[in-house]
T-cell receptor, first 118, second 114 residues
Framework: GAVVSQHPSRVICKSGTSVKIECRSL??????MFWYRQFPKKSLMLMAT?????????EQGVEKDKFLINHASLTLSTLTVTSAHPEDSSFYIC??????????????FGPGTRLTVL | GENVEQHPSTLSVQEGDSAVIKCTYS??????FPWYKQELGKGPQLIID?????GEKKDQRIAVTLNKTAKHFSLHITETQPEDSAVYFC?????????????FGSGTRLSIRP
């Protein structure tokens, strides 16, 4: 249980286009999902916290108009990279919070989406 | 905000030997410390975690220790195997809720020499 999927797994786009990445919790509901960005050989940097039915909370330095987040249901959050540029090329990873029982509140991570902007 | 530091950045050990990765955190309010393993091109996978009311936790070949006073926590892998080769991240979270954000360390690239 507690599987998180992402779609697409890889995407290549032209500069100036927008790209949408989906994050789904397959067998549980998640009121909170998180979006991370990871550069090669670097750590995961939290971009924003996505709350179902409300606006996302962005970390300092992350442009909310550049990275649009929508959490329309308890199993789906989307990240849209608007007007993508080569510097937006990265590995984007989502996670979903799940209550697993007494004293077990975990985050489960998706497999990631590699975005390449030409 | 929370800051997590992790050492070493790379670690190479002989198969069968032990590997130790150390982390420190800055926010005394953090009370949950997960460890993740990330293989190339994949998302992180939780391998073990520890809460602040526990000093040590073990799961087969993996153990984690926590010194809350010193704000240190460590991952110990014994009897290392080739499949242990990966990047390992420590992390810290403030709060027991799964809605609380997790802050990651910089990662340790572990290589197991055959």
């Amino acid at each position: 249980g507690a599987v998180v999927s992402q779609h697409p797994s890889r995407v290549i786009c032209k500069s100036g286009t927008s790209v949408k990445i989906e994050c789904r919790s397959l067998d549980f509901q998640a009121t909170t999902m998180f979006w991370y960005r990871q550069f090669p050989k670097k750590s995961l940097m939290l971009m924003a916290t996505s709350n179902e039915g409300s606006k996302a909370t962005y970390e300092q330095g992350v442009e909310k108009d550049k990275f649009l987040i929508n959490h329309a249901s308890l199993t789906l959050s989307t990240l849209t990279v608007t007007s993508a540029h080569p510097e937006d090329s990265s590995f984007y990873i989502c996670s979903a919070g799940a209550y697993r029982g007494r004293d077990r509140n975990e985050q489960f991570f998706g497999p990631g989406t590699r975005l390449t902007v030409l | 905000g929370e800051n997590v530091e992790q050492h070493p950045s790379t670690l190479s050990v002989q198969e069968g030997d032990s590997a130790v990765i150390k982390c420190t955190y800055s926010d005394s309010a953090s009370n949950y410390f997960p460890w993740y393993k990330q293989e190339l091109g994949k998302g992180p996978q939780l391998i073990i975690d520890i809460r602040s009311n526990v000093g040590e936790k073990k799961d087969q070949r993996i153990a984690v220790t926590l010194n809350k006073t010193a704000k240190h926590f460590s991952l110990h892998i014994t009897e290392t195997q080739p499949e242990d080769s990966a990047v390992y991240f420590c992390a810290a979270r403030e709060g027991y809720s799964s809605a609380s954000k997790i802050i990651f360390g910089s990662g340790t690239r572990l290589s197991i020499r055959p």
